[in-house]
């Protein structure tokens, strides 16, 4: 059994056409082969579990243990784990093997469910804005704001493009005037991590100058410090989090814990999960313990 209506544990061939061959008839049913054993089936499960939940209802996962049902892999011509497969209509319409970030799942996912007309208007607004209409793409989201002024995908959406047009103002001004029951939504709290990184970034040198000097002045903690700001206000999470490290292994209270503390914004910005963070939260428990 499952805790959640959106995920459907397969137990056996008969399961499979219900809830997955005639089930798909209705909506995208995706399919999760793994195994106990399978390493990269453990990094999967959650994510593809919180995407069910997140979009609620809108797919259902069937999870298919493939040490309690070789058959069924069989038949399905599964050969690597994990393997996932998306159905519709009782077909196979897309599959990916092994684990990926949620982002490039969530892509995958939403060829095929059925996005309300929000959504689809906020995607279509940030094509504006990857295109350089910037403008555009604010005047787009401010009238889906007249027309959904209760749905906060919307000020979630605007306060992205401010932060990624770098208005930090606007940005911190539309976080502030949010109901405090949303400012404690998991995104909200993305948005205000990254928007602190990008102001104390403001202003600082490139990356490859801040890299120039850091090989000058390997030891130098502040110059450190700084290039990793600036690499999370670029999204280069992996190097950030490498020399956040760094700083901790020669001062653990380095600037009354600043590195500790942009290390749990930068687990926080990418919703605590993940390859990513579980390598980087595990590597900062030794070096704290």
Known sequence: ?????????????????ANVLELSAQLPVVVDFWAEWCEPCKILVPILTKLANDYQGEFILAKVNCDEQQDLA??????????????KDGKVVDNFTGAKPENEIKEIIDKYVNADPVTDAI?????????????????ALKSLNAAYPE??????????????????????????ALPANIQVENEVK????????????????????????????????ELRFQLANVQIAKQDFENALENLLKILQKDQNFNDNAARASMLK??????GQGDLVRRYRSKLFSLLN
């Open 190 to 221: 993305s948005i205000k991590s990254r928007l602190e990184v990008a102001i104390a970034a403001d202003g600082a040198p490139e990356i490859a100058e801040l890299e120039q000097q850091l090989s000058e002045q390997p030891d130098n903690l």
């Open 1 to 17: 059994m499952s805790d959640t209506p959106f995920v459907i544990n397969i137990d056996g061939m008969e399961s499979f056409q």
């Open 266 to 271: 930068v687990f926080e910005i990418l919703g």
């Open 151 to 176: 749905n906060f995908k919307v000020h979630f959406a605007i306060a992205e493009l401010y932060l990624e047009s770098e208005k930090y103002d606007l940005c911190q001004d539309l976080i502030n």
């Open 123 to 139: 995607n279509s607004a940030f094509e504006l804005f990857k295109r350089g209409e910037e403008e555009q793409a604010l005047e």
């Open 74 to 87: 069989a038949q399905a011509g599964v050969r690597n784990l994990p393997t996932v497969m998306i159905f």
